[in-house]
């Protein structure tokens, strides 16, 4: 009797246990087909951008380290060139290699881009390239290297022959080292690009400076304003936000523009001073670093203003109050107790406006002089001007790095779902 | 604010201070006041006091072949790409609210990352890759640039607008027998409309700003406005460009207003759901 009820209850107690299982196994297949479901709906945008984005940007990038153009064209000479150690003159059976690739080339019309890429690194190597593919004789009627040598010199000197084994491939660092005013020597040790040669170093400089001045400029105008604006009753501090707000809105091209007419030498400001007797003869505002800074201010001050005035607006005035009761005087309860607190806001301006101001194009192109632009501007110039696309990626590498480890830090402090627009 | 037993040197603070505001406000406003009467001058120089209204400029603007095809390209560039960018990025958004899936923060983080990407990387790489293609010759490769850098804008706030939707709703729905499709179409998407609205907003107004990509990949044929205007800087500056950058301002008002409008709708339409 009793071991049957207990039976029973086994029995029981087990299809309770089955049914749990099976309700476990039902609902995570019904939370896996959610989660199929989900991703689906994802899936679409995922290959656009993968498409349009990702692997656009990816192979553009990969230019900057990938050099295959020489070896493709010049094949057996490349190939030639590996055993060669570097030291004296490279083999008689690499300079054979070298008349037979060109003459290939020419003959396919492809010596060109070879000529091209070799040239970036030593200038000159073009001419070298052509007057020799010119002159090669159709019968060799000495060895190949006294030929090469008789047709010119520089065929007898390793720089020339290192060149060719740098620009060998498949991978270099040829861009990111130019990129830097550095470049590898004969010996394949690396040092300072010629003095004439160096002007990244320059520009990398310069983007950072203006965007730091960028950002202290707007944080000391933004600080203050935002704090006023948070200070006042809504109504009115929603007028005000609309007033910060309005340019943000308003086309960048706009701006530009407005500042272009307002600063330019007969412009609205150089008339008004003068009418007011100011100065004499009209002051230079535009096409000067004055004018970059001044555009690119107007134009980011709102990415500093809205953090800090979110942050400031939280912070409840009982606290500044209750330090001054304890005796703090005005400017010790500012610093002491007011400015700790908004320091996640003074970050996330920084951040955003720095980070912004760094892959800055159209503004210092349009209001800056010669000395003021910034990298973005080299970027585009080796990519629509002399079509160098290894000089671009390697340029957008070093942009592209800076801006997603700053991105990186941003997102660590605010987080990208925090991130509000308008 | 105003406090009677405040020192001097309080007032005086106070007073730098709303000097300081002030004078900042200006500075932000001033460049977009200054274009505005101009393109009603009836001069043609960029000077004040203006000789006279009229207008003359807005006329020159609509005659002239090259501001209205710029006008029309713009529009065409900018509303397929707000399409594209509005469609894909609703769904996307909604797929990662609805469940957590296999490296979901890194999908976002790519999803995102239009907007922080450099504009320049963005328009070397697309030009970089298209060209070969042959999308660089007409519309469609600026309408899958522009899509791209309009996506975050909508993702960003479509999600915005989920965090604060009430899933019960949607189990409601489907208990009550509704299908899956009925559930989207009468229940969320009335409820997140302002949302997708205001995304598409930002997203066309991404796009009709946009000069870099436009500047690298467009040829003659596909100028938009703000490449038109490029263009007037660099070479003769005419009134007529206050007069573009006017209409301009216009849109970006209204486009603002909108967002805001949206915004409000967005939050009465919460409380009247809950």
Redesign the interface.
Same mark, same amino acid.
């Given at each position: 009797m009793l071991t049957g009820a207990a039976a029973a209850g086994h029995a029981a107690l087990a299809s309770v246990d089955d049914d749990a299982i099976t309700l476990r196994r039902a609902l995570r297949k019904s939370r896996r087909r959610e989660q199929w479901r989900a991703a689906a709906l994802v899936l679409p945008l995922f290959v656009f951008l993968a498409a349009c984005f990702v692997v656009p940007i990816g192979a553009m990038l990969a230019r900057g380290v990938i050099d295959t153009d020489v070896a493709r064209i010049l094949p057996t000479v490349t190939a030639a060139l590996k055993s060669w150690n570097g030291s004296g003159l490279p083999a008689e059976s690499a300079y054979q290699a070298l008349i037979a690739d060109i003459r290939a080339a020419r003959g396919a019309g492809t010596l060109a881009s070879a000529a091209t890429r070799l040239n970036y690194d030593e200038p000159g190597f073009r001419t070298l390239l052509f007057a020799t593919g010119r002159q090669l004789p159709d019968e060799l009627t000495a060895p190949a290297r006294e030929t090469l040598i008789g047709i010119d010199p520089k065929w007898g000197e390793r720089d020339t022959w290192a060149a060719m084994r740098r620009a060998g491939g498949p991978v270099t660092d040829f861009y990111l080292l130019a990129a830097l005013d550095l470049q590898r020597d004969a010996d394949n040790s690396i040092t300072g690009a010629p003095p004439e040669q160096r002007v990244f170093r320059d520009v990398l400089g310069r983007t950072l400076w203006i965007s730091a001045m960028v950002t202290l400029i707007c944080l000391l105008l933004g600080y203050p304003v935002a704090y006023v604006i948070a200070a006042q009753p809504p109504g009115r501090a929603g007028v005000l936000l609309f007033l910060v707000l309005l340019p943000f809105w308003t086309s960048l091209l706009v701006r530009t523009v407005a500042w272009v007419v307002l600063l330019q030498k007969e412009g609205v400001l150089n008339s008004l001073f003068m009418s007011l007797g100011l100065v004499h003869e009209p002051l230079k505002m535009i096409y000067n670093r004055f004018a970059v800074y001044v555009a690119m201010v107007h134009v980011l001050l709102p990415f500093m203003v809205l953090p800090l005035y979110s942050v400031m607006r939280g912070i409840p005035p009982s606290y500044v109050r209750a330090a001054s009761s304890l005796g703090a005087k005005p400017f010790t309860a500012f610093r002491r107790v007011f400015v700790p607190q908004t320091l996640a806001g003074i970050g996330a301006g920084c951040l955003m406006v720095f980070i912004q101001a760094l892959g800055y194009y159209i503004t210092p192109a349009l209001v800056g002089g010669a000395e003021d632009q910034m990298i973005s501007y080299f970027i585009a110039f080796y990519a629509s001007r002399t079509v160098n696309w290894g000089m671009a990626a390697a340029l957008s590498i070093m942009l592209l790095t800076a801006t997603l480890l700053l991105y990186a830090v941003y997102n660590r402090m605010v987080g990208v779902d925090r991130m509000r627009l308008g | 604010?105003r406090n009677p037993t405040a020192t001097l040197?309080?007032r005086l603070?106070r007073i730098g201070?709303?000097g300081?505001?002030g004078a900042?406000?200006l500075?932000?406003?001033?460049?977009?006041l200054?274009?505005v009467p101009?393109s009603f001058s009836s001069g043609s120089?960029?000077?004040?006091p203006l000789p006279g209204l009229s207008l003359r400029w807005y006329q020159d603007f609509f005659t002239s072949s090259f501001w209205l095809s710029s006008l029309k390209n713009s529009l065409i560039i900018g509303i397929s790409a707000t399409v594209?960018a509005t469609v894909?990025?609703t769904?996307?958004a909604?797929?990662?609210w609805?469940?957590?899936?296999p490296a979901q923060a890194l999908?976002?983080?790519?999803?995102?990352?239009?907007m922080?990407?450099?504009?320049?990387?963005?328009?070397?790489?697309?030009?970089? $890759?298209?060209a070969p293609l042959g999308l660089t010759d007409g519309y469609a490769g600026l309408i899958? +640039?522009h +899509?791209?850098l309009g996506?975050p804008?909508v993702?960003?706030?479509v999600? $915005?607008t989920l965090s604060a939707f009430d899933r019960t709703l949607l189990r409601a729905a489907e208990s009550l027998g509704a299908s899956q499709i009925t559930t989207f179409r009468r229940v969320m998407l009335p409820l997140i409309l302002p949302g997708v609205a205001?995304g598409a907003v930002?997203a066309f $107004?991404a796009s009709?700003?946009e000069?870099?990509v436009v500047?690298?990949m467009a040829g003659p044929a596909q100028r938009t406005l703000?490449r038109q205007?490029?263009a007037?800087?660099?070479d003769n500056?005419s009134l007529t460009? $206050?007069a573009a950058?006017t209409m301009?301002?216009a849109i970006?008002?209204a486009?603002?207003i909108a967002?805001?409008a949206l915004?409000r709708r967005s939050v009465r339409m919460r409380q009247a759901v809950r």
């Open positions: - | 604010m040197g309080e603070t201070l709303i300081l505001t900042v406000l500075f932000l406003v001033a460049p977009i200054t274009i101009l120089f960029f000077y004040y594209l894909l990025g769904m996307a909604i797929g990662i609805r469940a957590r899936f999908v976002l983080a790519m999803l995102i990352s239009p922080v990407v450099p504009v320049v990387i963005v328009a070397v790489g697309v030009y970089f $890759a298209f899958l +640039a +899509a791209t996506v804008f993702v960003i706030t999600l $915005a205001s930002f $107004a009709f700003d000069v870099v500047l690298l703000p205007m490029f007037g800087i660099n500056i460009i $206050a950058a301009l301002i970006s008002l486009l603002m967002v805001g915004q």
